[in-house]
């Protein structure tokens, strides 16, 4: 079977989904459903997974024992404080220990700081945290983050929550060529379409959250963008044909053709 894996453990899906934005919990456990993603993210400083004992918890929806959680850094802007958040993370999750990290650079944005992600990553990884790191599309830093021991490289398409599409696929597919990690397209998927391209580039997988949620209908988006990832991949796999300008090579043979004029034919 063609599984995504991540720091050892398979997963069936290879969309991975965030649960902010939706109306209410009741949503977000229907768009889950309807994605049919494994892994969700949690933005730990935005959502309540039990930190807040009086409000309601994302996990009585969304439980541990039915799906991966991915405890994100969203709203950290320095090193400290991310390294902070996945502490408090893995305490409210018995030591869980598969993270997102994403250290931002500018509020309007969301930029990466890619410094402070690489400092960040360090901590975290020497303290046994299991790594998948948003960044930029640069293939240096992505390197640089593999190396240090991240567990996943998750590069924009396009800025957060923009919708943009993949904008610049040659630098993906350098950082997608040369990973020996899993490469998940984070940020900036806009649609179905963007999803299937980033998965017919060679990604192992996509995140997205804001496509889905904010969507007219957050259910059904949800389902495309199952579809869209499967058949991206499934293309991926198969291998396209080459492009070319112009048709120079029929697609039918020409043995054993009629060539002969109609008019030729004897009558009867």
């Known amino acids: 079977m063609d599984t995504l894996v991540i720091a050892g453990k398979n997963y069936t899906s290879r969309l991975l989904l965030g649960t902010g934005k939706y109306k209410d919990f009741t949503e977000t456990r229907a768009a889950v459903d309807a994605s049919g993603t494994q892994i969700i993210t949690v933005a730990i400083r935005r959502t309540n997974i039990g930190q807040n004992p009086d409000e309601p918890n994302l996990l009585d929806v969304l439980p541990p024992s039915q799906f991966t959680l991915l405890p994100n850094t969203a709203g950290c802007y320095t090193a400290a404080d991310a390294v902070r958040t996945l502490r408090l993370a893995r305490e409210l999750l018995d030591g869980h220990a598969l993270v997102k990290l994403e250290v931002l650079g500018d509020q309007k944005t969301l930029f ?7 400092e960040a990553a360090r901590i975290l990884v020497k303290d046994g945290f299991q790594v ?4 930029s599309d640069d293939p240096i830093v992505a390197r640089q983050l593999e190396d240090i021991g991240c567990a996943a490289i998750m590069p924009l398409a396009s800025l957060i929550g923009s919708g943009m599409g993949i904008l610049n696929p040659w630098n993906l597919q350098i950082i997608i060529d040369k990973a ?3 490469v998940i397209v984070d940020a900036g998927v806009g649609t179905a379409s963007d999803a299937a391209i980033a998965m017919e580039l060679g990604c192992d997988g996509v995140l997205m959250n804001t496509a889905v949620a904010s969507a007219r209908n957050p259910i059904l988006m949800a389902s495309a963008m199952r579809k869209a990832v499967e058949a991206g991949r499934e293309a991926w796999l198969a291998g396209r044909m080459p492009k070319k300008i112009y048709q120079a090579t029929p ?4 043995e054993g053709m009629i060539t002969g004029s109609p008019h030729s034919a004897t009558n009867n």
């Open 112 to 118: 990466p700081d890619v410094v402070a992600t690489l």
């Open 132 to 135: 998948m790191v948003y960044t």
């Open 180 to 182: 020996k990690v899993p």
């Open 251 to 254: 697609s039918s043979p020409s």
